[in-house]
């Protein structure tokens, strides 16, 4: 098996390989790590073994691929994937591009993998955020929600790797500065501040972030008259994004009930409210689960719940996401034979 991770160096990238390398549904496949013109050629070691980077343009020198992985920007994802899709099974896409395509799939893996079913070659993976948030409202459907309020609080790694350079660099900045004036300080700055728009603006003033977690949740969800009110804010944190949500159900529902469905859940890692420990991103980055806790009656939503989740959004929401994909893919016999445009 050929595997294809178009857009290795990145902060996503790297985690695919990652997993890729752990899942024992991959164990053997040849893993061919491409990036742009600049990095080719250089050496990437992951898990102790050692990638020489290849051009995206000597992807079809090396084709045809069992699975592609593209974790590029919209804008090269748009000139990617369609090649792509002619040299592969089945390409994986992370970018926003196809995500509410009605033709293609967007799947977040354990909640709706039915729709794999309906893939002709291509699978969009979902907003790291929008990955989390399905993850607590997929076994919540049975109650059927309705209205959901979300502010995030989304790490600097969900803005790329040379977002992290930018706060290590702010961050020492601060530390050495005697006193912090207008020279160190702005508006703009990750470090030491809450930046309380992701994306551009888009309609009603709603940002690029925003929308996603509303129109790709209920694509995801099957819940087309879902309501989704969202804040998303980027806050000085490494790896791992945060959320507080409350929900709406179509009849009222008991606090314990909602707890005893996302107990339920393998994806979800519960935190009594009696119990000491309490979801954090900090902790959520060190395992593959959503951590969820401080579940409480709504006081604005009768009969509804508040709750607090983390994930790590690097793995969870993006690249474990995508490696959980290819393998039900893979289990299901469709990413070695099945419908593909190409």
Same mark, same amino acid.
């Given at each position: ?153 989304? #790490?600097?790694?969900? %803005? /790329?790797?040379?977002? @992290? ?5 702010? +961050?020492?900045?601060? &530390? ?121 009656? #709504?006081?604005?939503? %009768? /009969?509804?719940?508040? @709750? ?5 959004? +690097?793995?969870?929401? &993006? ?24």
């Amino acid at each position: 098996m050929r595997i294809a991770v178009v857009g290795a160096t990145g902060l996503v990238g790297q985690r695919l390989i990652r997993y890729l390398l752990r899942e024992p549904a991959f164990a053997g496949a040849e893993i061919l790590p491409f990036a742009s013109e600049r990095s080719a050629g250089g050496e990437l070691t992951v898990e102790g073994q050692p990638f020489t980077v290849l051009s995206t343009a000597e992807l079809s020198a090396h084709a045809p691929y069992e699975v592609a992985f593209t974790a590029v920007g919209d804008q090269l994802s748009r000139t990617l994937v369609p090649e792509l899709r002619e040299m592969s099974r089945v390409v994986i896409d992370k970018s926003r591009t196809f995500r509410l395509d009605p033709e293609v799939p967007l799947v977040v893996a354990g909640v709706n993998d039915h729709a794999l079913r309906e893939h002709r070659g291509l699978v969009a993976n979902p907003n790291c955020s929008t990955i989390e948030l399905c993850h607590l409202l997929g076994p919540l459907r049975e109650l059927s929600p309705t209205r959901v309020l979300v502010a995030t609080y989304q #790490s600097v790694s969900g %803005a /790329g790797q040379q977002a @992290l350079v930018r706060f290590h660099r702010e +961050l020492d900045q601060i &530390a050495h500065a005697r006193d912090l004036d207008e020279k160190v300080l702005s508006p703009e700055m990750l470090a030491a501040n809450l930046i309380p728009q992701i994306g551009h603006l888009e309609e009603e003033g709603y940002a690029s972030e925003e929308e996603k977690l509303s129109e790709e949740s209920k694509k995801i969800l099957s819940l087309p008259h879902l309501r989704v009110e969202a804040t998303a804010v980027r806050v000085p944190v490494f790896v791992g994004h945060a959320m507080a949500v409350t929900v709406e159900f179509a009849r009222p529902a008991d606090p314990a009930e909602v707890e005893r469905l996302l107990r339920a859940s393998p994806h979800i890692r519960y935190f009594p409210q009696a119990g000491d420990a309490l979801p954090s991103p900090l902790t959520a980055a060190t395992h593959d689960q959503v951590e969820v806790g401080r579940l409480r009656p #709504s006081r604005v939503f %009768a /009969g509804g719940v508040s @709750l607090f989740a983390c994930a790590d959004n +690097l793995g969870i929401g &993006a690249a474990l996401n995508g490696v959980r994909i290819a393998r039900a893919l893979v289990r299901e016999g469709q990413a070695v034979g099945g419908e593909s445009d190409g």
